[in-house]
């Protein structure tokens, strides 16, 4: 299983800005396994949401909560997937993380390893 590096997390003040990074996702460019990424976060004391998927061919879904906020790219040179975030709120407090997966349907399914996240603190 292929292993996500994710990036770029720290600490903001609400209505602020950050934009995190997952290396190593060529995998979802080239691979016959994986063809979409998704991000995902666990807030404190909850369970892991998926917050934000985007398919090779470019089609994005959010999570309601971040609608209108966050948005996903890719760079296809750098083998990289953002997540960028804005107007952040004290309840986007989580620890995010990135991966492949497939589609089934409207569903998708992460396959590769999770990695240790990294931590996006949000102060009010």
């Known amino acids: 299983q292929v292993q996500l590096m994710e990036s770029g997390g720290g600490l903001v003040q609400a209505g602020e800005s950050l934009t995190l990074s997952c290396g190593n996702a060529g995998s979802i460019f080239t691979s016959n396994y994986a063809n979409a990424a998704g991000w995902y976060r666990q807030p404190p004391g909850k369970e892991r949401e998926l917050v934000a998927t985007?398919?090779?061919?470019?089609?994005?879904n959010f999570a309601e909560s971040v609608k209108g906020r966050f948005s996903i790219s890719s760079d296809n040179a750098k083998n990289t997937v953002y997540l960028q975030m804005n107007s952040l709120k004290p309840e986007d407090t989580a620890v995010y993380y990135c991966t492949h997966g497939t589609f089934i349907g409207a569903d998708y399914h992460p396959n590769s390893r999770w990695g240790q996240g990294t931590q996006v603190t949000v102060s009010s």
């Open positions: 985007m398919t090779r061919s470019g089609r994005t």
